[in-house]
T-cell receptor
Framework: GQNIDQPTEMTATEGAIVQINCTYQ??????LFWYQQHAGEAPTFLSY????GLEEKGRFSSFLSRSKGYSYLLLKELQMKDSASYLC?????????????FGIGTKLQVIP | DAGVTQSPTHLIKTRGQHVTLRCSPI?????VSWYQQVLGQGPQFIFQ???????GRGNFPDRFSARQFPNYSSELNVNALLLGDSALYLC???????????????FGEGSRLTVL
């Protein structure tokens, strides 16, 4: 099975940088997703890391260390609209199907 | 292009009733997955269907069932509703079953079910 840990809540200031950490334990691993979910809305895709290292996409970057079972999402130049929940999710290997397992989500509040 | 569409968007049922939720995947996507998201939690995997066959099932009771049609749309059925079934039910489509380098899930807006 999979076990995913991420902080439940974080607060950061507009214009600042925030890092949301995620640790996971899994019996099989293909990659790790980050999704953004605004209250009452569906999750939207942010990133997918398969290999170790940092991937940058505009203001958002995601890092993965497979050996450490660790990932983080880095948000730069925070905007008020970034207030949302950020879901870390593991894409497992094996079983012949895709049972993506999500963490509880980190609720980020951006304050002026 | 249309994204993943789900219906109904909101519904209220009473305990013991059954419900059918519907999902149309992105055109060309053959895989549909269903997730349950209880308030304050991350989505929990219920089913995955690919090419009209059930390919995976999460830890949900037999009251939950689903099917996929020849046009790749899907239905989720829940019988004998319990209060604890109140949740946002998300449908996600993907191009394939998911390989190491692919497998992004595209989510619909969800069906919010309230059981009274």
């Amino acid at each position: 099975g999979q076990n995913i840990d991420q902080p439940t809540e974080m607060t950061a200031t507009e214009g600042a940088i925030v890092q949301i950490n995620c640790t996971y334990q899994t019996s099989g691993f293909n990659g790790l997703f980050w999704y953004q979910q605004h209250a009452g809305e569906a999750p939207t895709f942010l990133s997918y890391n398969v290999l170790d290292g940092l991937e940058e996409k505009g203001r958002f970057s995601s890092f993965l260390s497979r050996s450490k079972g660790y990932s983080y999402l880095l948000l730069k130049e925070l905007q008020m609209k970034d207030s949302a929940s950020y879901l870390c999710a593991v894409n497992p290997r094996g079983g012949g199907y895709q049972k993506v397992t999500f963490g509880i989500g980190t609720k980020l509040q951006v304050i002026p | 292009d249309a994204g993943v569409t789900q219906s109904p968007t909101h519904l209220i049922k009473t305990r013991g009733q059954h419900v059918t939720l519907r999902c149309s995947p992105i055109s060309g996507h053959k895989s549909v997955s269903w997730y349950q998201q209880v308030l304050g939690q991350g989505p929990q995997f219920i089913f995955q269907y690919y090419e009209k066959e059930e390919r995976g099932r999460g830890n949900f009771p037999d009251r939950f069932s689903a099917r996929q049609f020849p046009n790749y749309s899907s239905e989720l059925n829940v019988n004998a509703l319990l209060l604890g079934d109140s949740a946002l039910y998300l449908c996600a489509s993907s191009l394939t079953l998911g390989t190491p380098n692919t497998g992004e899930l595209f989510f619909g807006e969800g069906s919010r079910l309230t059981v009274l």
